[in-house]
């Protein structure tokens, strides 16, 4: 198969050096991995993470920085890859592997896309239904998915880099906030969150907790993202371009599991022990305000509407880019088939939670089906992308590397048969 022309060009000797840039440079190079963490901090991660909080309390803190260690370790090979050959992972997975691997892989992406979207519009409006009642949260996904479609329909990337900066920025201060207003005992923290122990030898809780920081979409996203803020960039070195890279992704991750720990922390300092039941993220603002007060549930009401709309959002803003490079064609929202395929990703889970009132089960079955076997496969995809020698030179992975990112590949492996088995009832 003939190599795109980019690839046939030498690796500049200053790629591997680490640039000197400034911290306005490094605070303005934060954007594509705010987006891919907005992603994952959806609804889905907050119910998670209270549910194990409310059931464990703090034991499994631990757990929850291993998951952010393997987010990063999966998210940091397409880095190099994409600044240094100016392509998407999608793309080198479609010039090295065939359209039709990516055709499939993105087929899936879209069919997860959709299920999940509706419990992402779903989270953000019962946080908003927290404040307004009176209003559906029919109503409320709708609104939410048009203004999410209408944001992407727009195609600034700027624009988005700006407004999900903003929603990180709120999701901090809502849940650490929440965490300070709580009260927690320092003491019982860091004694019992760090006791490495399995609660009740609970292995698949370790999955769980490690899933949920894990999207399979989340680092073709990063790849995608990266590509577009660098792609009309034509005097920052590559160097310099990989360094600011890599502290977007290490800042956002860290971001990640600050938020995460912060909602442990408040389910596992206010509700575990009291026999109250998270059965949903929309749950804790309500247990939270007679435990703590109103402001309490206030803060994390409007930490899970960021995160319940900033998911939507991703899943909608991505679309473009992930169609254009698994086909070959344009990656610009105002293509008709970009627009079609954001369309399915945005009115989609409004059909949802008209016809059904909530996600329908089978679909969710179906959506974790698909995600059980996409993480497996786009690691592998991604393995192989950054061994390609010829083409990233000394950035290709070094035996270190292929070990550490072995041991991603031997984790998602380990997920899919979770996935499989919770499927068959097996657990």
Do not use: H
């Not at 605070?27 to 889905?44: H, K, S």
């Not at 609104?143 to 195609?155: C, E, F, P």
């Not at 490495?196 to 073709?220: G, R, V």
């Amino acid at each position: 198969m003939k190599e795109p022309k980019d690839l046939q060009q030498p690796i500049p000797t200053d790629s591997t050096e680490e640039a000197s840039v400034t911290w306005g440079e490094k605070l303005r190079a934060l954007g594509p991995a705010a987006i891919v963490a907005a992603c994952i901090l959806g609804p889905g991660t907050i119910t998670t993470v209270s549910v194990a909080g409310a059931s464990y309390g703090f034991q499994v803190m631990w757990i929850l920085v291993i998951a952010s260690l393997a987010a990063y370790f999966f998210q940091r090979p397409v880095v190099k890859f994409t600044v240094q050959t100016r392509m998407a992972a999608m793309e080198g997975i479609r010039e090295y592997m065939g359209k039709g691997w990516t055709v499939i892989l993105y087929l899936a992406l879209l069919l997860g896309a959709i299920a999940f979207q509706a419990g992402n519009f779903t989270g953000a409006a019962l946080a908003l239904n927290f404040f307004l009642p009176s209003i559906s949260v029919v109503a409320w996904v709708s609104i939410l998915a048009l203004m999410a479609l209408a944001i992407s329909w727009v195609g600034v990337y700027k624009l988005l880099e700006n407004i999900n900066r903003v929603f990180i920025g709120l999701m901090v201060g809502a849940f650490v906030l929440t965490v300070f207003v709580s009260g927690p005992s320092i003491t019982d923290i860091f004694t019992t969150g760090f006791s490495f122990q399995i609660p009740e030898s609970n292995y698949w809780l370790i999955l769980a907790l490690i899933a949920t920081t894990l999207p399979p979409n989340t680092a073709l996203g990063l790849s995608a993202f990266i590509k577009k803020k660098y792609e009309n960039d034509y005097v920052t070195p590559r160097a310099k371009q990989m360094t600011l890279s890599y502290f977007d992704l290490r800042t956002n991750v860290t971001i990640t599991a600050v938020v995460a720990i912060s909602i442990l922390i408040c389910a596992g300092g206010v509700i575990y022990g009291t026999g109250a039941v998270i059965e949903g993220a929309g749950d804790m603002a309500y247990q939270l305000t007679p435990l703590l007060g109103q402001y309490a549930g206030v803060l994390f009401a409007v930490g899970l509407w960021a995160a319940g709309f900033s998911s939507g959002l991703f899943n909608i803003s991505v679309q473009p880019a992930l169609l254009g490079q698994a086909l070959g064609r344009s990656e610009e929202s105002n293509a008709i088939a970009n627009r079609f395929v954001m369309l399915i990703a945005g009115v989609t889970p409004i059909l949802i939670i008209f016809l059904f009132g909530e996600t329908p089960i089978q679909l969710i079955m179906t959506a974790q089906a698909l995600n059980g076997l996409l993480l497996p496969a786009i690691v592998g995809s991604i393995w192989v992308l950054c061994n390609k020698r010829k083409y990233l030179g000394e950035l290709a992975n070094n035996t270190p590397q292929n070990i550490i990112y072995g041991l991603v590949m031997l984790m998602v492996c380990f997920l899919a048969i979770r996935v499989f088995l919770n499927i068959f009832g097996v657990i």
